[in-house]
């Protein structure tokens, strides 16, 4: 019985540890895909629709986005667990549920706004030009879109956690503090991608490490 609970366990770490290391360099690459990332300006509807019309590493970054939400849920779980039993838990609770309602609004929202164009962008050009209006729609979060607004739930739950991590000390200090900076800015609009791309090399600096200690029972 113990040899299959501590089986449990070593699963349990090894694919903490690896969502640690993948969700980072994750969203490096897909910022580090968006075009124009040293002209930055904050894009209009109309603009972000041009921008992501045939743009194939675009969508591959968004699809890599939107299956690392899981990625997002397993660690926001792990930091909830890791300030369990602390006089800092509720900060691991209550930033947990939020980063985890955020993970599910984002792939909500590479679901709506990037997966569903890279399929309308099957089409013929002029097919594609009819449905702009209804792109237009979509892009301005028309309807019950507006929910995708939520998306700062995300960061914000992840703030909550990394301060939280820091009064406990439950993580060296500089990772806190760069992961803590790196969700700060992580929420920057669109058109403006150079500021989430420095944020999420942050990210990756602090939580790599972290991982990677984690998988080798260092934690």
């Given at each position: 019985?113990?040899?299959?609970?501590?089986?449990?366990?070593?699963?349990?770490?090894?694919?903490?540890?690896?969502?640690?290391?993948?969700?980072?360099?994750?969203?490096?690459?897909?910022?580090?895909?968006?075009?124009?990332?040293?002209?930055?300006?904050?894009?209009?509807?109309?603009?972000?629709?041009?921008?992501?019309?045939?743009?194939?590493?675009?969508?591959?970054?968004?699809?890599?986005?939107?299956?690392?939400?899981g990625l997002l849920v397993v660690v926001a779980i792990h930091f909830?667990?890791?300030?369990?039993?602390?006089?800092?838990?509720?900060?691991?609770?209550?930033?947990?549920?939020?980063?985890?309602?955020?993970?599910?609004?984002?792939?909500?929202?590479?679901?709506?706004?990037?997966?569903?164009?890279?399929?309308?962008?099957?089409?013929?050009?002029?097919?594609?030009?009819?449905?702009?209006?209804?792109?237009?729609?979509?892009?301005?979060?028309?309807?019950?879109?507006?929910?995708?607004?939520?998306?700062?739930?995300?960061?914000?739950?992840?703030?909550?956690?990394?301060?939280?991590?820091?009064?406990?000390?439950?993580?060296?200090?500089?990772?806190?503090?760069?992961?803590?900076?790196?969700?700060?800015?992580?929420?920057?609009?669109?058109?403006?991608?150079?500021?989430?791309?420095?944020?999420?090399?942050?990210?990756?600096?602090?939580?790599?490490?972290?991982?990677?200690?984690?998988?080798?029972?260092?934690?």
């Open positions: 019985m113990n040899n299959k609970h501590n089986s449990i366990d070593y699963v349990k770490r090894i694919g903490t540890g690896i969502s640690l290391i993948i969700f980072p360099l994750i969203f490096v690459f897909a910022f580090a895909g968006h075009p124009n990332l040293f002209n930055p300006k904050f894009l209009e509807p109309t603009e972000l629709i041009k921008r992501v019309h045939n743009n194939y590493l675009l969508h591959f970054g968004h699809a890599l986005v939107t299956l690392c939400t909830m667990n890791k300030l369990k039993n602390t006089t800092n838990e509720w900060w691991g609770f209550i930033g947990g549920v939020i980063a985890i309602l955020g993970a599910l609004i984002l792939a909500v929202d590479k679901g709506a706004l990037c997966l569903t164009i890279s399929a309308i962008d099957t089409l013929p050009e002029n097919e594609f030009i009819n449905m702009n209006l209804g792109l237009l729609a979509m892009f301005e979060k028309k309807g019950w879109l507006i929910l995708i607004n939520g998306l700062m739930l995300l960061p914000i739950g992840f703030i909550i956690q990394a301060v939280g991590l820091l009064k406990s000390r439950s993580m060296a200090i500089w990772q806190c503090i760069l992961f803590l900076i790196a969700m700060l800015f992580i929420g920057t609009p669109d058109g403006v991608e150079i500021i989430n791309l420095t944020a999420s090399t942050l990210m990756a600096i602090a939580l790599i490490p972290y991982g990677f200690s984690l998988i080798l029972n260092k934690q």
